[in-house]
């Protein structure tokens, strides 16, 4: 599973980021930088946690192409 962000959704109030701190960064003006590798399977639960928190619905967890072939 990857985190997906839509930066147009996006409202920038880093909230995922206090959530998933291992798993999103924020930029200078405080919108994610999500990071493009596989989510951990021990993290897995508070990244679903993150995508239901987010307020614009700019967060989802999607399959890989790679993870769908497994
Ligand atoms: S919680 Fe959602 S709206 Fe807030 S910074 Fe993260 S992705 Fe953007």
Redesign the pocket.
Known sequence: MRLR??PI?????????D?LPEH?D?DEW???L?HPGPVPADVLRRARD?VA???????RLERSERDRSR
């Open positions: 962000l839509d959704a996006c409202a920038g109030h880093g909230l995922c980021a959530l999103v924020l405080g919108y994610p999500v993150a928190a987010c307020p614009t619905l700019a967060l």
